[in-house]
């Protein structure tokens, strides 16, 4: 029978580039998008094979739509080979409460989830959150196969090791003791660490939250259901739609500061098939890991142990652009490396989603 795998945000970006590679691999792809007209037409668009996926409406904005997302998945589907939590938000700097130029930059201030979270909390980290906790019951019957797989998106802007440019750049992440979250991350709290309102780095701290609960999910359920839980930073894919509140002058100059000053930029397609690797290939099947993409062909592969090797001829894509450099669930470091931190934030979304 073929594989499955649920892919959230797959109408666009690196989440339809995976559904794409995959569905190539012969994967069944459920697409679970919050825009499924949207998602169908991309998925069309993209000449991805009517028999390889199925869009199914999913929220993560909204508790009551993943619960529903899943109810209808179960109907549909006898058990899970693979879950992708890759759909995100983020509302870039100009989002500071009080700037607002019409026309240039456009909302301002705050946006809210269905139960009145920040949204970038609750789309890129909360939804997810319920949505693993849901589907292990689903992936637990894959695990006897040696399949399951749970791949979150972190980002090298999450700082989970103090060695990347892309890391360093303000506003930091930083969630601090989860001082907002303590308070319910409701309207007038904004921020994880309850300070004043940031749409950019309201996006980091979210992304620090995912690798949290990536290792959140290993310690608890690796050992006892032999589902593997991994985290993975693609490259700077810098003309997806993630940064389409920015600037136009931002938009028009980041792709190429990517290429030249950070070489982290990597097209959609070539990210598509790295995290399509992350899900299916043998060698990206240790629990707890951390991969993240470094460098252009021969600058990159430097320190950490590689999960592949650079002399692998297998994989041409790989060669052409780069390697992955693993972190072990002990090398990821930042706010993320912090365990006890990690377990407070998982006992604090449980209560978020009772
Ligand atoms: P895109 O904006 O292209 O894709 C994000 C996807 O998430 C879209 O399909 C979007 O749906 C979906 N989405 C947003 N909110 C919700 C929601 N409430 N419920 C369901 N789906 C939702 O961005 P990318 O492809 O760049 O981002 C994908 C992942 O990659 C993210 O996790 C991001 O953090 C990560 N990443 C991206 C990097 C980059 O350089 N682009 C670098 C590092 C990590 P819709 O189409 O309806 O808007």
């Not at 499924?36 to 998925?43: D, I, P, T, Y």
């Not at 209808?72 to 870039?92: E, G, K, M």
């Not at 365990?339 to 604090?348: G, I, T, V």
Request: with cysteine.
């Amino acid at each position: 029978p073929k594989k499955t795998v649920v892919i959230t945000g797959a109408s666009s970006g690196l989440g339809l580039a995976a559904a794409k590679a995959l569905a190539e691999q012969g994967w069944q792809v459920v697409m679970a998008c919050r825009d499924f007209q949207k998602a169908e037409k991309a998925a069309k668009e993209a000449g991805m094979d009517p028999e390889n996926y199925q869009v199914m409406h999913c929220d993560l904005a909204s508790k009551q739509s993943v619960r529903n997302f899943v109810q209808t998945f179960r109907t549909q589907y006898q058990s899970l080979d693979a879950l992708v939590c890759n759909a995100a938000v983020y509302f870039p700097n100009a989002h500071k409460e009080g700037v607002f130029l019409p026309g240039l930059f456009p909302g301002g201030g705050p946006r809210w989830s269905a139960e009145g979270h920040e949204m970038s909390f609750a789309a890129n980290y909360l939804g997810h959150f319920l949505l693993c906790n849901l589907l292990l019951e689903d992936l637990k019957k894959s695990a006897p196969r040696g399949t399951a797989r749970c791949v979150i998106l972190g980002t090298v802007t999450a700082t989970v090791n103090g060695s990347e440019l892309g890391g360093m750049i303000p506003p930091l992440a930083h969630v601090g003791n989860f001082e907002g979250l303590e308070q319910g991350m409701k309207a007038p709290v904004t921020m994880l660490d309850g300070g004043a309102f940031d749409g950019a780095k309201a996006y980091k701290d979210s992304k620090v939250c995912d690798v949290m609960l990536m290792k959140e999910l290993h310690r608890r359920f690796h050992k006892e259901t032999g589902i593997v839980f991994t985290s993975l930073y693609p490259g700077c894919i810098a003309e997806t739609g993630l940064f389409r509140e920015h600037y136009p002058v931002f938009q028009n100059l980041f792709p190429a500061f990517h290429k030249t000053v950070t070489k982290a930029y990597v097209s959609q397609e070539e990210a598509g098939k790295r995290l399509a690797a992350v899900v299916a290939d043998d060698r990206y099947g240790t629990s707890g890991s951390y991969y993240s993409w470094e460098g252009e062909a021969g600058t990159g592969g430097g320190g950490g142990q590689d999960a592949v090797s650079n002399t692998d001829k297998d994989f041409d894509w790989f060669m052409n652009y780069g390697s992955f450099r693993t972190l072990s669930i002990d090398e990821i470091g930042g706010e993320a490396g912090d365990d006890q931190r990690c377990s407070k934030l998982w006992e604090l979304s449980e209560k978020l989603v009772a």
